[in-house]
């Protein structure tokens, strides 16, 4: 990594958790995204906004729900018609994916879904993260899952982070 590119994250994460008045470029700069009802924000809207957007995407989270999959299915194969590719990582964790969301995610020819099995692994696997690729990648770790009450109106947060040379 460059230097340049060193001080431009160190500028940005500065700016987002030490001093926000500082100057910094808004493509390394983090940004909180959460559910606030008060205010009408949902992650779901900035995860179908960065959907909308990218050109390949890429999703892990422990679970799958239709509560979860349905307020997206709309946006997911307007990508599907677009040709915008997709993979999902999901797991059978506690067993709580439900079948029919994962035969809906199945069905659209863009996206690849797979299913990490922990008790064949012997370990669990609990990850929650979004990657939306174009110019500029955004990525987000996330607390939840893709499932409605996280998504739509649960406490549930995401990180934002923008910029290709962050990860």
């Known amino acids: ?32 995204v959460s559910n606030n009802p008060e205010e009408g924000k949902k992650v779901i809207s900035s995860v179908e906004d960065e ?29 599907e018609e677009k040709g915008v590719k997709g993979q999902i990582l999901t797991t059978n964790y506690l067993n709580f994916s439900e079948p029919r969301a994962l035969e809906k995610l199945n069905g659209l020819k863009n996206i690849t879904l797979k299913m990490y099995d922990v008790e064949a692994a012997g370990n669990g696997f609990h990850t929650k993260g979004y990657i939306f690729k174009k110019e500029v990648i955004s990525r987000y770790c996330s607390t939840g899952f893709l499932q409605y009450f996280a998504v739509s109106c649960g406490v549930d947060f995401l990180l934002l982070y923008k910029g290709n040379a962050l990860f």
Not at 51 to 69: D, H, K, N, Y
């Open 1 to 32: 990594m460059n230097a340049n590119v060193i001080n431009e994250l160190k500028s940005g994460l500065s700016a987002a958790y030490i001093n926000g008045s500082s100057a910094a470029n808004l493509a390394y700069k983090p940004a909180f």
């Open 51 to 79: 959907l909308l957007r990218c050109e390949e995407f890429q999703i892990s989270v422990a679970f799958i729900t239709m509560g979860g999959v349905t307020p997206l299915l709309q946006t997911l194969k307007e990508l």
